[in-house]
């Protein structure tokens, strides 16, 4: 979801069943959960809101999205019946729980990130650089600033603009070539 959607962490914990329309083909990101500091204690906090007002949208559900989430709700379906009693039945809503059907903690995707990279020998990187990576990938495919920032839900596209447009080296090449060929063929730069 990271990868695909560019979703931060906060979003990916706290997404619904409910949010997932398969018959429409549709995502929305509507709900979160943040961990914060409340009177000194680390505490859980699951909101019908999203960061920004912009942060809440709707995306069309991919193709890979739509069978991993519909496998996900079959396991949990058989993990519920397995269990029974032991099962916690208090996030029946949420996507993301444990196979004892408990919400997964926003910390355990950054916590067990790198334990996925190591085990598929793929390279070190932040779970969060999964958000750039999905931006930089739509700017690389020619999708514009302002659809980029509607899909990662930014407030500002200025934010889009500074942070997730990474060039890449091609780019680069790109521009270089069209400031060479603006100076006469014998100018040395």
């Not at 019908?48 to 193709?63: A, V, Y």
């Not at 809503?93 to 910390?107: A, F, H, L, T």
């Not at 514009?144 to 091609?170: A, R, V």
Request: positive net charge.
């Amino acid at each position: 979801m990271a990868a695909f959607y560019g979703l931060r962490r906060s979003e990916i914990v706290g997404l619904k069943w409910d949010a997932v329309d398969f018959e429409n083909k549709k995502i929305s990101i509507q709900h979160t959960v943040v961990t914060a500091k409340v009177n000194g204690t680390l505490t859980e906090i699951a909101r019908d809101k999203t960061k920004t007002k912009s942060s809440c949208r709707t995306l069309p559900l991919i193709p890979a999205c739509e069978q991993m989430l519909k496998k996900m709700k079959k396991e949990q379906e058989q993990n519920r019946k397995v269990c029974g009693r032991s099962y916690c039945n208090d996030y029946l809503d949420y996507i993301y729980v444990d196979p004892m059907g408990k919400r997964i903690r926003p910390d355990f995707l950054s916590q067990h990130f790198p334990d996925f990279l190591v085990a598929h020998k793929m390279k070190r990187i932040r779970f969060h650089d999964l958000r750039h990576s999905c931006a930089s990938l739509l700017y690389a495919n020619g999708v514009s600033l302002k659809e980029i920032q509607e899909w990662l839900g930014h407030s500002d596209i200025s934010t889009t603009s500074n942070i997730y447009t990474h060039l890449d080296f091609s780019s680069k090449v790109s521009s270089a070539n069209a400031i060479v060929n603006i100076f006469p063929e014998n100018t040395k730069v």
